[in-house]
């Protein structure tokens, strides 16, 4: 759907000021609102979004899979059932959401109250962990760009960067500390057993995609999108793919995410204890096309706050390991199908990324043979 501002832009708009403004505050979108906004800052508003799709009513119709993984580890005619399931959906959508999954209900709620309760606390409890210092593990802070001219999301988000060398636990919010931690243990344990249905489905051994570090690396972002007075300029989250292997995504009951799928935009229903899986682009690579990354966005509401908690596994940039080449998987190539794209390391990935921007565009296109 493409956004058009019809507000006149005032001719002495000063991005980097507002920008400015906003970061100095260290209170984040949460602290415009609570201080009373009613018209959108300028810095919000999408004049047009950069990836021309087909705009129209969503269809009701169609939703993403949901899978259910009861039997998976003690039954293998289940298992076979539940990877063909999984397989579909990774050739197909690129999303599914799971049940079933081992993360008790009530942890899955209280990961959601301690995010809305860091965000929610006195600003003078946040600021100090304010920050655009993409070396620290854990920052707080509002999702705009400073060194590019790409239009601000209208969201506040606590990054929490918890593998393979997570924070001390003091380091951590007090807010959400205890549930974080308990709810990034989950999360590794679901990841690593997807990544086994993920590498069977390829017909591949078992623990082929965590040999390969594909479980290594995992980062947390808490999600907070206060409710907007003109949600119908802005974006809570824009057009994108994510970058790394498999997203792990707990929203709240609110919705707004939607994925493209036919070239429709997809409501994604919340289900109360599901949890939704995405596929990112270097698992499409590394498949050679076989799996996909697809579009995805968090639309503003006039309602809210929403929550949501995208738990991403990547390989984070570090020393140790950020030269590590991502290739298409041997085992999967042949004569009949050779590899679509050149190697690459996430420090090049993430370049690329970066300078060609998120919203609407796919990186995966420049590292195509």
């Known amino acids: 759907m493409v956004v058009t501002n019809t ?12 920008l400015m403004a906003i970061d100095r505050s260290k209170a984040g ?35 993403i899979p949901v899978i259910d993984l009861a039997g998976v580890n003690n039954d293998s005619t289940r298992r076979a059932e539940i990877i063909d399931q999984i397989r579909d959906a990774c050739q197909k959508w690129g999303f599914f959401q799971v049940v079933n999954h081992g993360i008790p209900v009530t942890t899955l709620e209280e990961t959601l109250n301690g995010i809305r309760r860091f965000h929610e606390q006195d600003p003078e409890a946040k600021e100090e962990l304010y920050s655009r210092d993409d070396s620290k593990k854990v920052t707080f802070n509002t999702k705009i760009d400073m060194s590019q001219a790409l239009t601000a999301y209208w969201r506040d988000t606590l990054t929490c960067v918890m593998a393979p060398h997570p924070p001390a636990p003091e380091e951590l919010p007090s807010a959400c500390r205890e549930i974080m931690i308990d709810y990034t243990n989950n999360v590794m344990n679901l990841g690593l057993a997807l990544f086994e249905l993920l590498s069977e489905g390829l017909g591949l051994n078992s623990n082929h995609l965590k040999d390969i570090g594909c479980a290594e690396g995992l980062y947390i972002m808490g999600h907070y999108y206060p409710a907007c007075p003109e ?15 498999l997203t792990v995504l707990l929203q709240d009951q609110m919705g707004g995410l939607q994925v493209l799928y036919d070239n429709q935009w997809i409501d994604v229903t919340p289900i109360r204890g599901a949890l939704i899986i995405n596929l990112g682009d270097l698992l499409q690579l590394m498949t050679n096309n076989k799996f996909i990354s697809v579009y995805h966005r968090v639309l503003a509401k006039t309602v809210g706050p929403r929550i949501s908690i995208a738990s991403f ?8 390991n950020a030269l590590r080449m991502y290739g ?23 370049k690329f990324k970066h300078v060609k921007g998120v919203e609407g565009t796919s990186a995966l296109a420049h590292f195509k043979l």
């Open 7 to 18: 507000a006149t832009v005032e001719s002495n708009y000063d991005r980097k000021s507002e």
């Open 328 to 350: 298409p998987i041997k085992e999967l190539l042949s004569e009949e199908n050779p590899p679509l794209y050149k190697e690459t390391n996430v420090v090049d990935y993430f």
């Open 231 to 245: 949600p119908e300029l802005t974006m809570g989250t824009g057009i994108h793919t994510d970058s790394g292997f």
């Open 313 to 320: 596994f990547r390989t984070y940039i570090q020393p140790d």
């Open 29 to 63: 979108i949460k602290g415009l609102v609570d201080a009373g906004l009613a018209k959108l800052p300028q810095v919000f508003v999408h004049d047009h979004l950069k990836l021309e799709m087909e705009s129209g009513p969503t269809n009701a119709n169609v939703e």
